[in-house]
């Protein structure tokens, strides 16, 4: 099997079981999303990333992009294949009605993401940064701004970049130089560099609208200088008609270890006497007015973790099936499948359940975001807002992580074919390594995860977190059959508190000793996290089962898979707590003239 296969199966279970779709679809604002019309847009999303952006995902990995007479060019289809995109109204999907999207919550953009980007990530990095984009537009820019660009982003015709990273400023976006100078007619006019620029330019749309970050004259240094500016490709007339070429320009496009077929490119600004640039809501305000787009970015490229991680997964079932080598080692019959190794077995369930357990919590996050946009009652709307905001590092950093070794046990499956390009299985080790760099890298998540959302909340959200935790241990321990997961997840959790105890009770003198133990910490919640919506699958598929129910196969998997994370990956969680507690000396003391 070559082409990618959507597991709706599996996304309709989490989506009712978990995620609460049903309830979503009955909050104010989202009445429209019913039972039927979730599972018609998850059948056509399915049919669409299968059949059309699958196909392209080696056309894309071998041809890549290339500039030609100042033109980023893309792959062989690229081209045809958004205009289907566009004008089937995927891009749209999540985004306000008002402006002509269709206004689904997050809950159904979210799988559908997940398929594009397991059909085709180097393509479907491209439509959602419309979706960042015109969210960011809406909280902060003037109506002006908004009724000239927002319509053309949500329909696909424009589309939309973030320009962050500059040679000196990665991680630290502190260190900003770009500089906009102020013009008579009040706009502004921006000179600059900005590197690795997604989708920066390209022949898919007409125009492109750039979201800038970028210093006034007299700014402050630090991230209180940085405003935001839309800068478009095209400048817009005042009939909405295109104008001219804008002084900004691709002056090359990286060539990259994956995602071959999205143009990265490095963007000059300003060369012939100032890119032409519009403030967006209050100048300094830039910094937190970006980070509307990354939250969303970053739950994205969470997504991209999962996605490719069960593309993965898909092939290498397949070839486990197919590919026959040895002998079975408790039957003694020869020349078995290699599913049958149980070494091999045991990988194909690590890549699954680390698939399934990302993207429960994900899905989960989904509909928190969800609840906190539009459900009625306050307490439920800051509940969800908090818990979306402490996971957000969690479902991008511990996703991501999880996609990268999930693809790479996937080439470990096809043995020798697995190093060969052909097969296939190389491209997504190659593409979803990325994931753990851009949008904040690793390391970046976990110093977002304890600084930002657990020391200076005191750990409040973390507390609401293990609150929620523990009553679904208590409900599983209060059912006979499944009281060892829960009696497993309270032993899971205790060590979580201890973990949140010693957080809280260092002083800012003792911060690198937190930071140096961050990802292990980051790796620890996931994992726990992970096992919780695990034990909510097996209640919920236990009580299908009792009520005679659903397809009992399938959720008797649930439940088995549900013990297989429990024996094989919740393990990690006394692991990294040990390793939490000890890197402060070990890595903190090590004199760095020894490395
Ligand atoms: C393919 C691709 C697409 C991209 N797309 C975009 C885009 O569309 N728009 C955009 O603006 N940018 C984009 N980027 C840039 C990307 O977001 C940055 O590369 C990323 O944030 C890391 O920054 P850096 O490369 O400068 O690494 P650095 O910041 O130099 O980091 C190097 C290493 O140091 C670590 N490190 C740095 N600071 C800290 C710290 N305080 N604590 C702990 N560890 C730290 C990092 O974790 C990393 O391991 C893209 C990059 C790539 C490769």
Redesign the pocket.
């Known amino acids: 099997m070559n082409e990618y296969v959507a597991p709706l199966r599996d996304m309709r279970f989490i989506l009712s079981s978990l995620a609460g779709i049903d309830e979503i679809g009955r909050l104010p604002g989202y009445e429209e999303t019913t039972p039927d019309l979730v599972d018609a847009i998850l059948e056509e999303a399915g049919k669409f990333s299968s059949g059309v952006l699958s196909p392209l995902n080696p056309v894309g990995d071998a041809e890549g992009c290339r500039v030609e007479n100042g033109v980023v060019r893309t792959a062989t289809g690229w081209s045809e294949v958004y205009a289907q995109f566009r004008d089937a109204g995927w891009v749209g999907l999540a985004m306000p009605a008002q402006y002509g999207g269709q206004g689904l919550p997050k809950a159904v953009a979210a799988p559908v993401n997940e398929m594009w980007f397991a059909a085709n990530l180097a393509f479907s990095l491209l439509p959602p940064m419309a979706v960042g984009s015109v969210d960011t537009l809406m909280r902060a820019a003037s109506d002006d701004l908004k009724a000239c660009y927002i319509p053309r982003m949500v329909s696909g015709e424009w589309t939309a970049?973030?320009?962050?990273?500059e040679p000196n400023a990665?991680?630290?976006l502190g260190a900003i130089q770009t500089r906009a100078e102020s013009h008579a007619d009040g706009s502004y006019r921006l000179f600059g560099q900005?590197i690795?620029?997604?989708y920066g330019d390209h022949d898919l749309a007409e125009n492109i609208v750039h979201l800038v970050l970028a210093r006034m004259s007299g700014a402050p240094a630090g991230v209180r200088g940085i405003s935001m500016f839309l800068v478009p490709k095209y400048l817009v007339n005042a009939d909405g008609t295109l104008g001219a070429r804008n002084d900004m320009h691709c002056i090359s496009v990286?060539h990259?270890l994956g995602?071959h077929g999205s143009p990265?490119c490095t963007m000059s600004y300003g060369d012939a006497g100032g890119a032409v640039g519009y403030l967006v809501g209050e100048p300094g305000r830039g910094l937190e007015y970006m980070f509307v787009m990354v939250n969303e970015s970053r739950f994205n490229v969470g997504l991209q973790g999962i996605a490719l991680g069960d593309r993965a997964y898909q092939k290498a079932l397949t070839y486990a099936r197919e590919r026959t080598q040895g002998r079975d080692a408790i039957t003694g019959e020869a020349n078995v499948p290699i599913i049958r190794h149980p070494d091999v077995k045991r990988m194909l369930l690590v890549m699954r359940a680390s698939v399934m357990a990302t993207r429960m919590l994900a899905y989960v996050a989904a509909g928190w975001f969800d609840k906190a946009r539009h459900h009625p009652d306050e307490v439920t709307v800051a509940q969800c807002r908090s818990l979306v905001d402490l996971l957000m590092p969690v479902v991008k950093g511990w996703s991501t992580e999880l996609g990268i070794e999930v693809a790479n046990m996937g080439i470990q499956i096809h043995g020798g074919m697995g190093f060969i390009e052909e097969t296939g299985v190389a491209q997504y080790l190659r593409d979803v390594r990325?994931t753990a760099?851009?949008?904040?890298?690793t390391?970046?998540q976990a110093?977002d995860l304890i600084s930002r959302k657990i020391l200076r909340d005191g750990g409040a959200a973390l507390g609401l977190l293990i609150a929620e935790i523990r009553s679904s241990s208590h409900q599983a321990l209060e059912d006979g059959r499944t009281t060892s997961l829960g009696r497993e997840l309270e032993r899971s959790l205790a060590l979580l508190e201890d973990a949140r105890d010693w957080i809280l009770s260092h002083e800012s003198d003792t911060i690198g000793e937190l930071?140096a133990g961050g990802t292990s910490f980051l790796r620890m919640l996931g994992t726990i996290c992970g096992a919780w919506q695990m034990t909510r699958a097996a209640l919920v598929a236990q009580n299908t089962i009792d009520e005679g129910q659903g397809d009992v196969v399938y959720l008797q998997g649930i439940i088995e898979l549900a013990r297989f994370y429990f024996a094989q990956l919740l393990p990690q969680v006394a692991m990294h707590m040990e390793m939490l507690n000890r890197a402060g000396p070990a890595v903190l003391q090590f004199p760095d003239t020894a490395l």
């Open positions: 970049t973030m320009d962050l990273t990665g991680s630290d900005k690795f620029i997604t990286e990259k995602i990265t990325i760099i851009y949008e904040g890298t390391g970046i110093n930071l």
